[in-house]
């Protein structure tokens, strides 16, 4: 029987990954059938509201970095999609805060490797952080680098000429060298690249250490479907969110604005829009070192229409 392949997606928070995929998404090959499983930090699952196709099979793994819920939950997760859709390709996008190496055992692993052809792992990377030590010190950067078959610069647009060229040259140092490594904006990845060669990878499940997961904070909210929020003041909110949470590392959400529905997209003092196909619910969530959540909550109903 023909083997699924699966392409498993990491990069740190804010990098763009959701946004990569579905550049992916809209550039599928016709004669593929696509699934997707998104793995979040948090309880509520933004990126899969975001990644919402009437066509496409999105499952969602949520409450906790992939390393730590691979195991039963994501072998259930992708046997029942492999049962149910019978795709030629899976992607599954791992959380900013996964440890993919034990992932990719699971996905090797009986009953799964039965069934699955791992393929390129591609890792997403700002180069504003790749090049500076800081990052690179920590376990789990270098754990989301080090797998890597196929490395990707995003963000292109925001980084200076000095920085593109100092990201060029470590890429071109890692030992072993990657497949491929690519440079994009607003994570416009060639199809092509999830068929890059995938590199043998030792089977080995590295203990979690105690990293910046430890120190952060996750909350989320859903709304009804049937209430709408006012454009301009959720413009106000997102513009407001580095005062009102101090600390933050991460916002995001998916609301109901007049008759279409937007997703909200806050990482590295920026954030974006985009429509969606979503219409469950609407949902917000955030990730930071410590903040007030009635008072946020409050400042949510406030964009209610």
Not at 106 to 114: I, M, W
Not at 273 to 288: K, N, T
Request: hydrophobic share 45%; with cysteine; proline share 6%.
């Amino acid at each position: 029987m023909k083997k699924t392949i699966v392409n498993l997606f990491t990069g740190f928070l804010g990098v763009g990954k959701t946004t990569a995929l579905c550049h992916l998404i809209e550039h599928r090959p016709a004669n593929e059938k696509w699934a997707i499983i998104v793995n979040e930090f948090g309880e509520v699952g933004i990126d899969g509201a975001a990644l919402s196709q009437d066509e496409l099979a999105v499952a969602e793994i949520a409450g906790g970095c992939l390393c730590c819920v691979a195991g039963p939950q994501m072998t259930a997760t992708v046997a029942t999609l492999l049962r149910r859709e019978r795709p030629d390709r899976l992607l599954i996008e791992a959380s900013g805060l996964a440890h993919a190496a034990g992932v990719i055992d699971e996905l090797r692993a009986k009953p799964l490797g039965e069934a699955l052809e791992v393929g390129a792992v591609l890792t997403l990377v700002d180069p504003r952080q790749f090049i500076q030590s800081d990052y690179l010190r920590q376990p789990l950067y270098r754990d989301q680098v080090s797998i890597a078959d196929v490395l990707v610069a995003n963000k292109i647009d925001t980084a200076d000429v000095p920085t593109m060229e100092a990201f060029r040259q470590q890429a071109g140092a890692l030992f072993p060298p990657k497949s491929l490594v690519g440079e994009v904006r607003n994570g416009e990845l060639d199809p092509a690249w999830l068929n890059a060669a995938a590199a043998p990878k030792p089977r080995y499940r590295p203990a979690v250490p105690d990293d910046a997961a430890a120190q952060w904070r996750s909350m989320g909210w859903t709304f009804e479907p049937e209430q709408a929020f006012d454009g301009e003041k959720l413009t106000r909110f997102f513009d407001a969110l580095p005062t009102l949470v101090p600390g933050l590392v991460r916002a995001k959400g998916v609301f109901k604005v007049l008759d279409s529905w937007v997703w909200l997209n806050w990482a590295a003092g920026q954030w974006g829009a985009a429509q969606v196909s979503w219409r469950r619910d609407s949902r917000f969530e955030l990730i930071a070192e410590d903040f007030d959540a009635a008072a946020i909550e409050g400042k949510l109903r406030e964009c209610f229409e």
